[in-house]
């Protein structure tokens, strides 16, 4: 199903280019001193067919301004729940009688009629944090209205609702910002249309040409703030006729040795083969995985069957997948539970704001950094249409570095330049491929978290690496075969090892690297992880 937006009234952009999805939102980007309204249309996939999806949401996130008088304000009718933090908001929010707010689609009153209404606090999927739901005390419909309250600087912009942080700009007149505090979230009910009203105030005359604009970010359902219990879903169409009894799957033949468990099904994800149109490209890794990359260069990874291991898992991971640093590892991550906080997008921060409970179950495994980077560097090279705002970029950079990567500019002159991946994905300070000064705070921070990780590896020793997480997770020493399989290698231009002097020295992640080293070796040694423990199974 997709969602379609088309303007229904004169629509003046500062500038257009603005005008795109980075992460999991979509951008809009409006002059200073205009209004535009926008249809909203849930519609079938690659079609303008109507749909009805059931209790759909949409989340509104960076309502704030550059300065006073010049306030975001975002106008939506016919809703059926709004929700917000359960607490102070950085913005205004009032909420009036359906069909009396100055709403597109609706006749227009000078006054619209304050709502009758009912709050509640209620649990989100994340554990300890709930949200505040409002809802008609009719149990209706109705209107809302937001309107922007504090100053915002483009460094304090969410990119997924999903990892709302607090974020503190590098900036003399910054304060510390709570992205979820300038986010909100609103449902509908038994419709396949909305309208909403963008505007953003100005205090200057009529006459003055306006220079600057400002853009309005939404997404998809936020955990931040849906009901725990509360999931969007789609009708389906009626079965023309009733369908007849599944057919058994065949046996399998039976192993040499008894298979003792398989993954834990909550992580299985089947690929959808009827709808592999909605992907760019579909990468066959191995009997077990794949990797979809959409038409934005945004990956996830898709289970196609169960990964055969070497223990029972009672553990909740939550896997840190920093780019170029062993996609094979998803089979291992895939034995356990994954957190409740980690989405199946392939490359996710460790939340800024994580407490020592979830940093306790986060796996990853690191790299070497000038091999990390040079293996991003080739990878482009073979794969110009990867790599996109999961990467963890600034807005038009990857268009930029991945065009000078095709001419040839070598990698000390493109990826060479984004230093300190490994330590803003850990923090969750930055994106990856931010390619911003890296604080000496944030290399601290860095390094405490990773000694509260619950796994640690390095793909310079994937096998005791695998070992290690099997022992921790699993309690058993002993490796399976298809967690050996390098399903994604990336060679360079020789097919040869990389010479780490082609990149500069990234003095963050080298530093932070060494710890993670000096961890890996301690905790082989203190769970006797040695080639001659560690069986190879399978």
């Excluded at 291991?309 to 356990?336: D, E, R």
Aim: glycine residues 6%; negative net charge; charged residues 20%.
């Amino acid at each position: 199903m997709d969602l379609v937006f088309v303007n229904t009234t004169e629509y003046v952009p500062k500038n257009t280019d603005w005008n795109e999805i980075v992460g999991a939102q979509a951008i809009v980007n409006l002059l200073i001193g205009e209004t535009v309204t926008l249809k909203g249309e849930f519609v079938r996939n690659h079609t303008f067919c109507p749909q009805t999806p059931v209790l759909p949401k949409l989340t509104f996130c960076d309502i704030d301004h550059d300065k006073d008088g010049e306030n975001e304000i975002l106008l939506l009718d016919g809703v059926s729940a709004v929700y917000t933090v359960d607490g102070d908001l950085d913005f205004d929010i009032k909420l009036y009688n359906y069909g009396t707010l100055n709403s597109p689609g609706l006749p227009s009153f000078s006054n619209p009629v304050p709502l009758d209404y009912t709050t509640a606090s209620i649990q989100t999927p994340i554990p300890g944090r709930t949200s505040r739901k409002y809802v008609a005390s009719s149990g209706g419909k109705f209107g809302i209205k937001a309107t922007s309250q504090m100053f915002g600087h483009g460094c304090d912009n969410p990119s997924d609702p999903n990892q709302l942080t607090n974020v503190t700009c590098p900036t003399a007149s910054a304060v510390t910002v709570d992205q979820a505090k300038r986010c909100f979230m609103v449902e509908f009910s038994n419709t396949s249309e909305f309208f909403v009203k963008f505007k953003i105030r100005t205090d200057g005359p009529p006459h003055v040409v306006q220079e600057y604009g400002r853009n309005f970010a939404m997404s998809g359902t936020s955990n931040y703030f849906v009901d725990e219990d509360n999931y969007s879903c789609f009708t389906a169409a009626p079965t023309a006729a009733p369908t007849g009894a599944p057919t058994a799957a065949p046996t399998a033949a039976p192993t040499a040795t008894p298979t003792r468990f398989t993954m834990n099904p909550e992580n299985e994800r089947k690929p959808d083969r009827a709808n592999n149109d909605t992907y760019e490209i579909v990468e066959v890794l191995d009997d077990y995985t794949e990797v979809h990359i959409d038409k934005y260069g945004v990956e996830s990874v898709k289970l196609v069957r169960g990964v055969e291991a070497v223990g029972h898992c009672n553990a909740t991971v939550w896997w840190l997948h920093v780019p170029k640093t062993g996609t094979s590892f998803h089979k291992s991550a895939a034995i356990c539970k994954w957190s409740p906080h980690r989405t199946h997008a392939t490359h996710q921060n460790v939340p800024m704001n994580a407490h020592d409970e979830l940093l306790s179950t986060v796996v990853t495994i690191l790299r070497h950094p000038a091999e990390r980077l040079l293996s991003a560097y080739y990878y482009i090279q073979k794969n110009p249409g990867c790599c996109g705002p999961d990467w963890g970029w600034k807005w038009g950079t990857p268009h930029r570095v991945k065009k000078k990567i095709a001419k040839g500019v070598p990698a000390s002159d493109t990826v060479g330049k984004f230093f300190g991946c490994q330590t803003n994905m850990i923090t969750g300070q930055a994106g990856c491929m931010a390619g911003e000064d890296i604080p000496r705070a944030r290399i601290q921070e860095a390094k405490r978290r990773l000694n509260k990780f619950l796994f640690v590896g390095l793909m310079d020793h994937w096998a005791l690496s695998v070992c290690l997480y099997n022992y921790v997770t699993t309690n058993e020493r002993l490796i399976h075969t298809s967690q050996l399989r390098n399903n994604r290698p990336t060679y360079g231009a020789h097919n040869s090892a990389y010479n780490r002097t082609e990149v500069p020295k990234d003095h963050a992640d080298d530093e932070v690297y060494a710890a993670a080293v000096e961890r890996f070796h301690r905790d082989i040694a203190k769970h006797n992880i040695t080639e001659h423990t560690c069986p190879i199974v399978g």
